[in-house]
């Protein structure tokens, strides 16, 4: 079982809806989540970080249950330039390292 | 400012020889991490440098694998008779502290073995 699950996609949806990916983790121990953009044959770059509480950024909201330990993303009004890859990522703290699931592919069409 | 750079970004090589790949860290930055992204799958942790020493090694695959950081800023990632199962996007990425700062990652190298 890989540490970090996640649907690989794609989701087509068209512009202007409303998009949800979710992603489960193994490691209970583990203390910081995150969601990574990917753009093609690019660098993944932070898109925000997840809090049990929840926490927002413009059309982008991230939670957090450490419960189920799931973590979940959630894009509002989506636009053509949110087509990317959407990795969840979980900091490892024994490791000192970033585990990446494979990513949910958005594809954003007209 | 200037970002995480890697040399070179692409890189050909022939089974069995020997490659280095260079990374670049953000100036500053103490933690430097290596990742080997393979296609379609999400980036997998090979090596954790804090400032010279190589704090944890564990995501190398086997003994042909080795990283240095001497001056605990540029890191080069070496690896011995290549296969082709190295193939893959190997990213440097670099932050200010260890622990939960931010990595920033660079554009990668892209490695193909034939």
């Known amino acids: 079982r890989k540490e970090v699950e996640q649907d690989p996609g794609p989701f087509n949806v068209p512009e202007g809806a409303t998009v949800a990916f979710n992603c489960t983790y193994s490691n209970s121990a583990s203390q910081s989540f995150f969601w990574y953009r990917q753009d093609c044959r690019k660098e993944p770059k932070l898109l925000m970080s997840?809090?049990?509480s929840g926490n927002e950024d413009g059309r982008f909201t991230a939670q957090l249950n450490r419960a189920s330990q799931y973590i979940s993303l959630l894009i509002r009004d989506s636009k053509l330039s949110d087509s990317a890859t959407y990795l969840c990522v979980v900091f490892d703290t024994g490791r000192r390292a970033l585990t990446f699931g494979s990513g949910t592919r958005l594809q954003v069409q007209p | 400012g200037a970002g995480v750079s890697q040399t070179p970004s692409n890189k050909v090589t022939e089974k069995g020889k020997y490659v280095e790949l260079r990374c670049d860290p953000i100036s500053g930055h103490t933690a430097l991490y290596w990742y080997r992204q393979s296609l379609g799958q999400g980036p997998e942790f090979l090596i954790y440098?804090?400032?010279?020493?190589?704090?944890?090694d564990s995501g190398l695959p086997n003994d042909r694998f080795f990283a240095v950081r001497p001056e605990g800023s540029v890191s080069t990632l070496k690896i011995q008779r290549t296969e082709r199962g190295d193939s893959a996007v190997y990213l440097c990425?670099?932050?200010?502290?260890?622990?939960?700062?931010?990595?920033?990652f660079g554009p990668g190298t892209r490695l193909t073995v034939l």
């Open positions: 990425a670099s932050s200010l502290g260890f622990g939960t700062d931010t990595q920033y």
């Open positions: 440098f804090q400032g010279t020493g190589a704090a944890d």
């Open positions: 997840v809090y049990s």
